[in-house]
């Protein structure tokens, strides 16, 4: 090995930078090059937060939020609501620990994901439809208050719409970011009609990690408000 082909982590290593420091550098670089937006400086900490986790700054131009949403999902936060995922994904991938900075009793358990529960892939064998449609409807009446995490499952997010409309069903934010090709333009636009709290992704783009992303930058923000 020649001395230009030194691993390049020996750099690093003479000049240490810690994952905060790595993390800091990042969102000022992403504030340097984003173009002029009409965000507020609270939306604008999730949508640079998205950018953070796509390395995309498409972001800024796709992501909608409804009047009162950030603040609908701080009061939530605050008061230790139920939080729904449409995927063991992201229940597994939310911090605990960033949840219990805003109620201490948060657990894993907080967390309803019922996709793999034995009822509901039995009903989705026996009728030839996705487990996501029988897990939230599973969910029923605990999702009242709480902050719903659509980042995988399109036909959640249609039963979601649905259950508003004819039970009434009103969640405190609903973060519509389902991925794919098949039901996702067309259950973004119904949850943005649905008169729900909203922060959707506008587009085919979505999946976990960024309705994921953007819980962890509404902790972010309601950490700050509580400081």
């Not at 995922?85 to 597994?92: P, V």
């Not at 960033?98 to 309803?112: D, F, H, M, P, V």
């Not at 959640?156 to 991925?179: D, S, Y």
């Not at 333009?185 to 506008?202: A, D």
Request: glycine share 8%; aromatic share 6%; charged share 20%.
């Amino acid at each position: 090995m020649t001395s230009n082909d030194r691993p390049l982590i020996y750099d690093l290593l003479e000049n240490p930078l810690s994952g905060q420091q790595i993390e800091d550098r990042s969102f000022a670089a992403i504030d340097a090059e984003a173009a002029e937006h009409s965000y507020s400086s609270d939306e604008w900490q999730v949508v640079r937060r998205l950018i953070h986790t796509t390395a995309d700054f498409a972001m800024s131009d796709l992501v909608y939020f409804s009047a009162g949403a950030i603040e609908s999902a701080i009061t939530a936060l605050g008061g230790g609501k139920t939080i729904y995922a449409d995927s063991n994904m992201i229940r597994s991938g939310l911090s605990v620990a960033r949840l219990q900075q805003l109620y201490q009793n948060y657990e894993r358990e907080s967390i309803l994901c019922h996709v793999a529960d034995e009822d509901v892939v039995a009903k989705a064998k026996e009728s030839g439809l996705p487990r996501s449609l029988f897990a939230i409807r599973k969910a029923g009446k605990k999702l009242d208050g709480a902050i719903v995490l659509i980042g995988n499952a399109p036909v959640a997010l249609l039963e979601l719409n649905r259950m508003a409309v004819e039970e009434n069903i009103r969640p405190a934010l609903v973060i519509g970011m389902p991925v794919g090709f098949v039901h996702v333009l067309e259950s973004k636009e119904e949850l943005m009609r649905s008169g729900l709290p909203f922060i959707v992704l506008e587009g085919r783009r979505g999946g976990s990690p960024l309705a994921v992303a953007t819980l962890h930058a509404l902790c972010t923000i309601a950490s700050g408000m509580k400081a």
